[in-house]
């Protein structure tokens, strides 16, 4: 029952991401785009784009955690938990998607320079783009730290990297009228290339999720300390992770099996391991004797 209430804690909170994230985003979007529009900054259109695909991230994060929370089913007997890696990896290739094209319109900007008109309404929507972005990447790192979740990690990070480009926008806005080059194409690739850096940070990440990936050196460290509280380390075989979700790993740990007369008597000490594993690390564990002709 427990297990459960924190499932739906975990559901309500990337609901809350998400749902945030799609309203902020799709004000953004609208008013960058009609700046963009009135100044002709191909740099404002390209931020503008971006926030159309944060919107887009925005529905995959409400999907994924919806997903995520369904019960087991026959099917699928260890949950829906790998659904948020899936929709982090679909993210992760519209973030890439926005790059390639503001880059191909900033290199069209830097071959035709087209005229940018700076006007306040331009530099009052930049401002409250910045402002909004850092709210926004505020808003989901407080939420984060509710269920550490990966997905919200890159959410956040995302926000902070559009509110840097937004700051690097506004900068080269005040300087076209002082420059003979073209900034707006230039300051383009610039964000062509943030966004392109983000979007394979993501790539990669989720790549090594979906792929699955071993404990990490902490954590495998940590379940060692517990391990060796009952256990001499040499008894310990082997420590195999198995990543089903967030919510959902299982450690198979296999010991070498001891003396016949001490099998029951250590045995007892499977469930206190079980459930400090459980506890400190949110694992759940299962802990085998080696059969004797799998020694070395």
């Known amino acids: 029952m427990k297990e459960k209430s924190y499932t739906v804690s975990r559901d309500v909170v990337g609901k809350q991401s998400g749902i945030a994230g799609l309203l902020g985003n799709l004000i953004l979007v609208i008013i960058k785009g009609i700046a963009g529009l009135l100044s002709g900054s191909v740099a404002i259109t390209a931020d503008a784009l971006n926030n159309l695909t944060d919107c ?30 899936i929709c982090g990896f679909v993210i992760s290739i519209l973030i890439l998607f926005t790059g390639i094209s503001v880059g191909i319109d900033a290199c069209k900007q830097l071959l035709n320079p087209r005229h940018v008109t700076v006007t306040g309404l331009t530099l009052a929507v930049l401002c409250i783009s910045i402002l909004g972005k850092i709210c926004m990447a505020w808003y ?26 937004t700051a690097v926008t506004f900068i080269g806005i005040l300087a076209v009228p002082y420059v003979q080059i073209s900034a707006d194409g230039i300051l383009g690739i610039l964000v062509c290339i943030v966004i392109l850096k983000s979007g394979f940070t993501s790539f990669s990440e989720n790549m090594v999720l979906l792929l699955g990936e071993g404990a990490d050196p902490a954590t495998k460290e940590e379940i060692m300390r517990i391990v060796t509280a009952y256990f001499p380390a040499k008894s310990v075989k082997e420590i195999s992770l198995h990543d089903y979700g967030p919510e959902n790993k299982l450690v198979f740990i296999q ?42």
């Open 56 to 85: 887009a991230s925005s529905l995959l994060t409400l999907l994924g955690f919806s997903l995520a929370a369904k019960d087991k089913d026959t099917k699928h007997p260890y949950g829906h938990g790998r659904m948020e890696y």
């Open 140 to 165: 989901v790192r407080h939420l984060n730290q509710k269920v550490s979740s990966p997905t919200l990690k890159a959410v956040w990070e995302d926000n902070l990297s559009d509110a840097l480009v």
């Open 255 to 296: 010991l070498a099996s001891p003396p016949e007369d001490e099998t029951d008597h250590l045995s007892r000490n499977f469930s206190c391991i079980k459930t400090e594993i459980k506890q400190k690390l949110q694992i759940d564990a299962t802990i085998y004797w080696a059969l004797p002709e799998t020694l070395n």
